[in-house]
């Protein structure tokens, strides 16, 4: 169960991008002549999400990824819409929402996210609830040990895993071949070292003809110091009582009637 201190940081991108793809601009929700399909099903999905997770406490992330998945209108509707409902948020669309969340994390207790990359900051006292493929409402919770009995590496090694399984078929290694790299070598400089002990020619010869985009993506993987955040609309973490008369009178005014009973608290989250 979610404890009363818990604080989340939701990463949207997940969100952002499903409701992108739902929709595809279609305009199905129109009122007074603006179209406010995309609205609600953001709207729609982060308040499963909310129930779902039972946060009570949350900041949501709306970064670079997320603003790349949605028109410019759409964000700027989304982010009118959470502050009339008085959801707490950052946008900051030149930043990564792996880098971001680096930069915050320190300050919440959980992140909602569908980037595995975001394993790599996963601590004792900062869980990482991570969505499964295709299925919006089932998450993983995972914890330092629980990545480590998953992935079979540490979270710190998630980056040089990442890097050696995301190229395309014919030059990605496979799960297990990188994570015995990765835990006899521990890192990306080791494991290119030693690359004539490794013992499959095919696997050599993969690592040596693909070093170069290998290294770009452990770059990307990796969270970087962030020198700029975006602080003007950035909030720290508190309980959110969004079932308000005021707020369904909102939601109603959007035409999102079936959305109201959605403002809800659950009492019978798993987290």
Not at 160 to 169: E, G, I, M, N, Q
Request: aromatic share 10%; proline share 3%.
């Amino acid at each position: 169960m979610v404890k009363p201190e818990s604080q989340f940081l939701v990463e949207t991108a997940f969100i952002v991008e499903r409701t992108s793809k739902t929709f595809f601009g279609t305009p199905l929700l129109t009122k007074d002549g603006k179209d406010n399909t995309f609205t609600f099903g953001f709207a729609r999905d982060f308040l499963k999400l909310r129930r779902d997770l039972g946060m009570q406490s949350f900041v949501l992330l709306i970064g670079k990824e997320a603003h790349f998945h949605a028109t410019a209108e759409n964000i700027a509707n989304l982010i009118a819409f959470l502050q009339g409902l008085g959801v707490h948020y950052l946008s900051d669309r030149e930043n990564s929402g792996l880098n971001l969340v680096g930069a915050l994390y320190s300050q919440f207790t959980h992140v909602v996210t569908a980037d595995k990359r975001l394993l790599q900051l996963s601590k004792d006292d900062f869980t990482i609830v991570l969505l499964r493929q295709s299925k919006l409402r089932k998450y993983d919770r995972l914890s330092p040990e629980a990545v480590t009995a998953a992935m079979g590496i540490n979270p710190k090694q998630v980056p040089v895993y990442l890097a050696l399984t995301a190229a395309s078929k014919t030059r990605a290694l496979y799960r297990k071949q990188a994570i015995d790299l990765v835990r006899q070598y521990g890192n990306l400089d080791s494991i290119f070292k030693n690359l004539a002990k490794v013992a499959s020619e095919r696997i050599r010869q993969k690592l040596q003809e693909n070093e170069g985009a290998i290294r770009d993506r452990l770059v990307t993987n990796t969270v970087e110091a962030v020198q700029n955040v975006s602080r003007n609309n950035f909030q720290s973490a508190s309980p959110v009582n969004l079932n308000t008369e005021s707020n369904r009178q909102f939601l109603q005014e959007y035409g999102f009637y079936s959305l109201v009973r959605l403002l809800e608290d659950s009492s019978d989250s798993p987290f």
